[in-house]
């Protein structure tokens, strides 16, 4: 799965979706996907991530205390 940083605009890969979803991870490791060498996997705070559309992440995802009732 692919998410956009939001300070630099660059695709970042995530490859463990499970930490993605779990709303008490507040860090994902994924690659960025500047250049045309695999980059090296680095941590990133959720908060600073967005879909590729610009799009925020679910509140379900970012808050371990949100309820939807």
Do not use: H
């Not at 690659?31 to 060498?37: D, F, L, P, V």
């Amino acid at each position: 799965m692919f998410l956009k940083s939001k300070q630099t605009g660059t695709l970042i890969q995530i490859n463990d979706t499970e930490s993605l979803i779990n709303p008490n991870q507040q860090e994902i490791k994924g690659q960025n996907q500047a250049g045309q060498e695999e980059q090296d996997t680095t941590t990133y705070n959720k908060q600073e991530l967005v879909f590729p559309s610009g799009e925020s992440l679910p509140r379900c995802w970012l808050d371990s205390n949100y309820t939807t009732a």
